[in-house]
């Protein structure tokens, strides 16, 4: 039995209205959400009378240059960071998709996942709809044209009550800027101003990189219209229980991002200060896998009083390692990624604390790093529950026949990756830890991986990651 592939990232979104730098602070934007999505990015920028935009394949630094900025003038933009996976990541698909007609042009981006995407593709199929990608994120372009003489903020709303699962749009026309978070607010996104500009961005990162405010999240089931004349909202569907993605806080998100008000780097040292409260053990030095664990690790050290210490150190300058035809070849490319610190962890009681087991793969690798390094034991510790159950909402988790944790116990597990104990963290000790709302039954998170209870209804023809008939913005649908 094999487990391959750890946890992939979201993407990430961001828009401006009303600033004379647009394209250039998208840009910036986009680069500070990086971590979300490798793959692709894209920007469209619009001068009131045209939509302008320029997209490519890989880093938000190899896709544009100081010329492109010529090509994308306006005082208004959106722009996308995108990951994809298994062979799907191709142009079309990155991200804003652009789309024009007779009368008008639509620019959109979308973090998130549709389940009833299958669904509404084969009825517009039917209906005449021809499709130019494989992005679930199209679909809604085609139910928005299908609104006919209604004002387009009407089609827009039309278009958005029909949607299932988790999105957060972007959506820029010659001269309005639209945004939109579905019912559960499944997906991160926050606005804020920049002098008179409105700026909406996936991560509160983004806003302290271009020196922007921050205002307050975007609301479940809100829609926001921004143009020249100000800023207005309107509910386009009732908000269900809020189910944000705990993950987002575990591991996607920057630590210097705060999600609701809660700021990631505090709530994942908690879960650290949680997990040593539930998980003890006698040892001699705590470390954490770089980069998303480190702050679940502090807090471990804290609560505990066992000294933390920098006994991993993860290589920033490696780009993709790509699938090797050996074993020995594919752990040197975990090797060219982390490397262990010989003098810290040689005959040291090691404490390795990390956010989350998938596959079990990386955890056995840097087990074995450790301990190849001198540790004399090695106790993992994981700040976050067993992921049991597939994802639907656009993270890359596949069937649960390929999640360790909906296979092995604890104890089997502990003895696949060859540490010396294993605990995880345990849902209510996850959600205490975060801090959400405690008045609503799921702490205002969507526990879907852990417990197999999904906040929307998983509709029949919804796809896995490994399924590869749709791509979803942020992962295959």
């Given at each position: 039995?094999?487990?391959?592939?750890?946890?992939?990232?979201?993407?990430?979104v961001?828009?401006?209205?009303?600033?004379?730098?647009?394209?250039?602070?998208?840009?910036?934007?986009?680069?500070?959400?990086?971590?979300?999505?490798?793959?692709?990015?894209?920007?469209a920028?619009?001068?009131?009378?045209?939509?302008?935009?320029?997209?490519?394949?890989?880093l938000?630094?190899?896709?544009?240059?100081?010329?492109?900025?010529?090509?994308?003038?306006?005082r208004?933009?959106?722009?996308?960071?995108?990951?994809?996976?298994?062979?799907?990541?191709?142009?079309?698909?990155?991200?804003?998709?652009?789309?024009?007609?007779?009368?008008?042009?639509?620019?959109?981006?979308?973090?998130?996942?549709?389940?009833?995407?299958?669904?509404?593709?084969?009825?517009?199929e039917?209906?005449?709809?021809i499709?130019?990608?494989?992005?679930?994120?199209?679909?809604?372009?085609?139910?928005?044209?299908?609104?006919?003489?209604?004002?387009?903020?009407?089609?827009?709303?039309h278009?958005?009550s029909?949607?299932?699962?988790?999105?957060?749009?972007?959506?820029?026309?010659?001269?309005?800027?639209?945004?939109?978070?579905?019912?559960?607010g499944?997906?991160?996104?926050?606005?804020?101003?920049?002098?008179?500009?409105?700026?909406?961005?996936?991560?509160?990162?983004?806003f302290?990189?271009?020196?922007?405010?921050?205002?307050?999240?975007?609301?479940?089931?809100?829609?926001?219209?921004?143009?020249?004349?100000?800023?207005?909202?309107?509910?386009v569907?009732?908000?269900?229980?809020?189910?944000?993605?705990?993950?987002?806080?575990?591991?996607?998100?920057?630590?210097d991002?705060?999600?609701?008000d809660?700021?990631?780097?505090?709530?994942?040292?908690?879960?650290?200060?949680?997990?040593?409260?539930?998980?003890?053990?006698?040892?001699?030095?705590?470390?954490?896998?770089?980069?998303?664990?480190?702050?679940?690790?502090?807090?471990?050290?804290?609560?505990?009083?066992?000294?933390?210490?920098?006994?991993?150190?993860?290589?920033?300058?490696?780009g993709?390692?790509?699938?090797q035809?050996?074993?020995?070849?594919?752990?040197?490319?975990?090797?060219?990624?982390?490397?262990?610190?010989?003098?810290?962890?040689?005959d040291?009681?090691?404490?390795?604390?990390?956010?989350?087991?998938?596959?079990?793969?990386t955890?056995?690798?840097?087990?074995?790093?450790?301990?190849?390094?001198?540790a004399?034991?090695?106790?993992v510790?994981?700040?976050?529950?067993?992921?049991?159950?597939?994802?639907?909402?656009?993270?890359?988790?596949?069937?649960?026949?390929e999640?360790?944790?909906?296979?092995?116990?604890?104890?089997?597990?502990?003895?696949?990756?060859?540490?010396?104990?294993?605990?995880?963290?345990?849902v209510?000790?996850?959600?205490?830890?975060?801090?959400?709302?405690?008045?609503?039954?799921?702490?205002?998170?969507?526990?879907?991986?852990?417990?197999?209870?999904?906040?929307?209804?998983?509709?029949?023809?919804?796809?896995l990651?490994?399924?590869?008939?749709?791509?979803?913005?942020?992962?295959?649908?």
């Amino acid at each position: 039995m094999l487990y391959e592939r750890e946890l992939n990232e979201e993407c990430g979104v961001f828009g401006i209205w009303g600033h004379e730098h647009a394209a250039q602070l998208t840009y910036y934007g986009l680069h500070s959400m990086q971590h979300r999505g490798q793959e692709g990015a894209g920007i469209a920028t619009t001068d009131q009378e045209n939509v302008h935009f320029h997209k490519g394949l890989g880093l938000v630094n190899d896709v544009f240059d100081e010329q492109t900025f010529d090509q994308l003038p306006g005082r208004s933009a959106i722009g996308h960071v995108r990951y994809a996976t298994y062979g799907e990541n191709n142009y079309a698909n990155v991200q804003p998709l652009v789309f024009r007609s007779q009368t008008d042009t639509l620019s959109l981006a979308h973090n998130g996942n549709l389940v009833n995407a299958h669904a509404l593709r084969h009825q517009l199929e039917a209906q005449g709809s021809i499709f130019q990608t494989t992005s679930d994120t199209e679909v809604i372009a085609h139910l928005i044209k299908r609104g006919g003489s209604l004002q387009f903020k009407e089609k827009v709303k039309h278009a958005l009550s029909m949607l299932k699962g988790a999105y957060a749009f972007v959506m820029l026309t010659e001269d309005q800027l639209l945004v939109a978070q579905d019912p559960h607010g499944i997906r991160p996104l926050s606005i804020g101003r920049l002098g008179d500009a409105y700026v909406v961005a996936s991560e509160t990162c983004a806003f302290d990189l271009i020196g922007a405010t921050y205002e307050r999240s975007v609301e479940p089931g809100e829609m926001l219209v921004i143009d020249d004349d100000g800023i207005s909202s309107e509910k386009v569907s009732s908000a269900g229980e809020r189910a944000m993605c705990s993950m987002e806080y575990i591991y996607f998100s920057r630590p210097d991002s705060n999600i609701e008000d809660i700021n990631v780097h505090s709530a994942r040292k908690r879960l650290g200060k949680q997990l040593a409260g539930e998980a003890p053990i006698e040892a001699d030095v705590v470390t954490g896998v770089p980069d998303s664990s480190i702050s679940a690790a502090i807090g471990y050290a804290e609560s505990s009083g066992i000294p933390y210490e920098l006994g991993l150190i993860k290589n920033r300058y490696v780009g993709r390692t790509f699938i090797q035809p050996s074993q020995e070849l594919r752990e040197q490319g975990v090797r060219m990624k982390l490397a262990p610190v010989h003098g810290i962890v040689k005959d040291k009681r090691v404490v390795m604390v990390d956010d989350s087991i998938v596959r079990g793969t990386t955890s056995r690798r840097i087990v074995n790093m450790l301990r190849e390094a001198g540790a004399k034991e090695v106790h993992v510790r994981i700040s976050s529950p067993p992921i049991k159950h597939p994802c639907f909402y656009g993270i890359d988790t596949s069937s649960e026949s390929e999640l360790i944790a909906s296979e092995l116990s604890v104890d089997e597990i502990c003895e696949t990756i060859g540490a010396d104990s294993l605990e995880f963290l345990s849902v209510n000790g996850m959600t205490d830890a975060v801090g959400r709302d405690s008045s609503q039954s799921q702490c205002g998170q969507c526990l879907a991986c852990f417990t197999g209870k999904y906040p929307t209804e998983i509709y029949p023809g919804t796809k896995l990651p490994h399924e590869k008939e749709l791509v979803s913005s942020g992962g295959v649908l």
